[in-house]
């Protein structure tokens, strides 16, 4: 009779597997019954998921905290998230997550960007604007806060910009590609069927009309007086109207952005903690915890599970990031290549 002995190495393997998915099953199963009341036959509404904590700095023992949140890349839902659907909806549960902390006394949000998509940036602002009510919202302009980055700091009540940082950019873009020349030159032709003059707005195998441009400029403007508005008074500009060597959307420096009175002081990331202990009436040690988020062991299998011949897709940055077309957007376009 043959007799099959398995070595210590697979039973060991396989001890190691059973175990973890036991934990998996364990853990699901623990987070469906206390957050989704599996085993409750009442009408809930499952909260909204949070991220975990971690101390960035100070004395833990410290009552009052403040909470650190990093807004870094192109400000688009289209960039994806880590609990939410996208970058700009983690970044909203968190500012939520840390007004709705009794315990966080002050928001720090650090700002690396050159903008992106006009609702992103303004969803992002108008946030921030609900927290400044109850607590102080510091913002620190670090390498890039550009015009859709520098649109969601007008929701802070102080901010600091990094000297050599580069700021501004108050304006709006939209763009499009046109490739008629290309296709008369290939011999195609477009056919297109509409209901109306304006359907095909910005079609790109032919050049746009005078009306086209005319409501294509005139949306681009109406959105830039809301910018311009906001800038106007969240930064208290006399006259109550942008100065006119801001209002063509030119990027400035973080030294320029103070003569300009687009900042309230420059200085480094310690020196924006600073002021946020300060202004907060924190000690000295108050402790700075940023979010993070949570780990879940069905990320885990989801990634072992994938075919073998799926890519591997990696974000990096702006450099990586494409105008849509027809969409409007607070973005330093120069910043990064598209």
Do not use: W
């Amino acid at each position: 009779m043959l007799t099959f002995r398995m070595s210590r190495t697979p039973r060991f393997l396989l001890l190691i597997g059973l175990i973890l998915l036991g934990t998996s099953l364990a853990a699901n199963l623990l987070f469906l019954s206390k957050d989704h009341h599996l085993f409750s036959s009442a009408p809930h509404v499952s909260p909204p998921p949070s991220f975990e904590e971690e101390l960035v700095e100070g004395n833990d023992a410290q009552k009052k905290r403040i909470a650190k949140i990093d807004l870094f890349g192109v400000i688009a839902q289209e960039v994806p998230g880590q609990i939410g659907s996208s970058m700009v909806d983690d970044v909203i549960l968190q500012i939520r997550q840390a007004a709705d902390d009794d315990t966080v006394a002050a928001l720090l949000l650090h700002i690396d960007s050159p903008g992106g998509e006009v609702t992103a940036s303004d969803n992002l602002y108008h946030e921030l604007t609900l927290v400044r009510e109850d607590k102080p919202v510091i913002v620190y302009l670090d390498s890039v806060a550009a015009s859709g980055g520098y649109y969601t700091a007008m929701g802070g009540s102080h901010l600091v910009a990094h000297e050599l940082c580069i700021t501004g950019s108050i304006g709006v873009i939209m763009q499009t590609l046109n490739y008629e020349g290309l296709s008369k030159i290939l011999g195609l032709s477009t056919l297109t069927f509409k209901s109306g003059a304006l359907k095909d707005l910005l079609n790109p195998s032919r050049p746009p009309t005078e009306p086209e441009k005319k409501l294509v400029q005139d949306m681009i403007q109406e959105t830039f007086s809301r910018f311009s508005s906001i800038v106007t008074s969240e930064r208290q500009f006399a006259g109550g109207k942008l100065p006119a060597d801001l209002a063509d959307g030119r990027i400035v420096s973080g030294r320029q952005a103070l003569d300009l009175k687009l900042v309230d002081a420059t200085g480094y990331l310690e020196d924006a903690i600073a002021d946020a202990r300060q202004i907060a009436k924190l000690p000295e040690d108050a402790p700075v915890i940023r979010y993070v988020a949570p780990f879940h062991f069905n990320k885990l299998f989801r990634f072992l599970g994938e075919k073998s011949e799926s890519k591997i897709q990696l974000n990096l940055g702006p450099e990586s990031f494409h105008l849509q077309a027809g969409k409007l957007y607070y973005l330093s376009t120069h910043l990064f290549r598209h």
